[in-house]
C-alpha cells in the first residue's frame, strides 16, 4: 500500500511523535528495571559480606591461625554455595579458601579487592570474569584486626546470568508493548484519516468536475464540522459560477442572434454591389475588404452560437451516410481559391484506395475541414503550402478499429509544445497574435466526437502543424 498525500504527512507526524514517546519510555523502563535488579544483588551480597564480618571479628582479635581455621570451618558450612561463591583472599589478592576449591590460589585481579584493602571499606565490582568470561558482580569486605590492619579479605561472587536474563525478558515484554501501541496508535491513526481523506478526495472530486465545466454540481452535505464548511462553500460557489456561466451564455447567444441579422444583410448587399459595373475599382477593392470582414465575422459569430450550443448541452449532430472523400474535395475547392488569393498553396492527395461510406453530418464536417484548413492558412501563412490528404487507418492500434484518416498540414512555425496540450480548449489562444475567438478548434473537437472520433493536433516532423482527424468506419 503507498502511502502519500495528507495521509503520509498526518502518519509521519503522529507516528513520529509516538515512537519517540515509545522509545523513551522503553528505555527508561530498561534502565529502572536493570538498576533495581543489579542494586537488589548488590545490597543483598553487601549486607551478608557485612554480618559475615561482624561475625569474623571476634575471631581476628586473636591469632591467625585461629582466623584461619574458623574460616576454613565456615566456608565448609557455607549453605548458600549453590548460588553464591565465598573466598577468603589474603592481602596479596591471593585465594586462601573458597567455596569452589578449584579457584584456591589463583589470583582474581578484580580492581574491588584491592579497593577494600586500601580503603577498609566493602568494595562491589560488576563485570566479565578474568577467569570464565562470565558476568559476575562481587562484593569484597576487609577482615580488620583490632589494631586496624588487614589480615584479608571475605568475597561473595554471584553469576549475573539469571539477572541478565530477567532484565533481557522484562525489555523485551516492554517492546512488545511497545510495538502493540504503535499498532493501535497506527490504526487508529488509519480510521481518523480515514474519516479525513474520504470526504476530503470526494470533494476533490466535485471541484474537478466543476473545474472540467461541470458548473451547478453539487456535494451532499453529511458533515456538521469543518468539512461540512467547506462543502456549503463549494456548493455556493458551483451555482454561483453556474448562473454567471448561464448568463454569459445567454448574453453571447443573444448578441450573435442580434448579429446575424445585420451581416447578413451587409453580406447580401456587398456582393449584390460587386457586381456593378459602373463602380470604380477602388469602390470594389473596398466592397471586397468588407465581403472579407463580414464573412469573418459571420464565421464568429457562428462559433459563438456554436459555443453556446456545447454550454447549454443543445449542440447536436444530424447524421446520414456520407461520402467523407467527396466532402473533403468540396472543402479544399471552396477554401483552394481563397488561398491561392493570398499566395498559399493547397495540395490535395486523395485516398489510394476507395473508401467506404461512414455515417455522419455532412454540414458539420465541411466546418471540421474549413476550420482546420483557416487555422492552417492563419498560422502556417509563412510557408506559403498546405498538404490535405485522406486514407484509411485499419485496426487503429488504441482503439482496433478501422477509421477514415484526414491529415491536414501546414509548414509555418508550428505550435510551442507547453501550448499544444492546450490548444483545443475554450478561448485559448496561447503566445499567437492571430486573430480569433479562441473557440473554433473546441467546437471542432465537439463535432468530432460525437462522431465517435478523435481530433490531434501536433507538430509535423521537419516543421509546421500537423492535425490529424480520425472518423470510425460503420460495421
Known sequence: MKIKGLKKRWLLNSMLITFVIVFVAIGAFTVAV?????????????????????FFANYITRTYAEYYQSAYKYTEKFDERDKLELQFINTSGSVEISTYGITAGTSPGTPEIEEAIRTKEISTWMGKSPTTGERIIAVSSPMIYSNGQVVGVMRYISSLRDIDRQVVLSVLGAVAIGMVILAFVFVMNMVFIRSIIKPVQEITGVARRIADGGYGVKIESKYDDEIGELTDAINEMSLAISRS???????????SHELRTP?????GWGETL??????????????????KEARRLTRLVEELLDFTRMSDGRFTVNITEIDVEAELEEATLTY????????????YEPAPEPLPMIA??????????LNVLDNAAKYGREGKRIIVAISLERNYEATERDYVKVTVQDFGPGIPEDELPHVKEKFYKGSSKERGSGIGLAVCD???????????????????TLVTVLLPVNK
Open 360 to 369: 455522419a453530418d455532412p454540414q458539420r464536417l465541411k466546418q471540421v475541414f
Open 336 to 347: 483552394g481559391e481563397l488561398l491561392r488569393q493570398e499566395g498559399i498553396s493547397l495540395e
Open 446 to 464: 465537439e463535432i468530432v466526437r460525437l462522431h465517435g472520433g478523435m481530433l490531434t493536433i501536433e507538430n509535423a516532423q521537419g516543421g509546421g
Open 263 to 267: 451581416l447578413t444583410a451587409i453580406t
Open 34 to 54: 536493570g538498576s533495581n535488579y543489579y542494586i537488589a544483588v548488590q545490597t543483598s551480597l553487601e549486607n551478608k559480606a557485612k554480618t559475615a564480618t561482624d
Open 245 to 255: 456561466d448561464k448568463m454569459k451564455s445567454e448574453f453571447i447567444s443573444s448578441v
Open 274 to 291: 460587386m457586381y456593378d459595373t459602373e463602380m470604380s475599382a477602388d469602390s470594389q477593392k473596398g466592397i471586397s475588404i468588407i465581403l
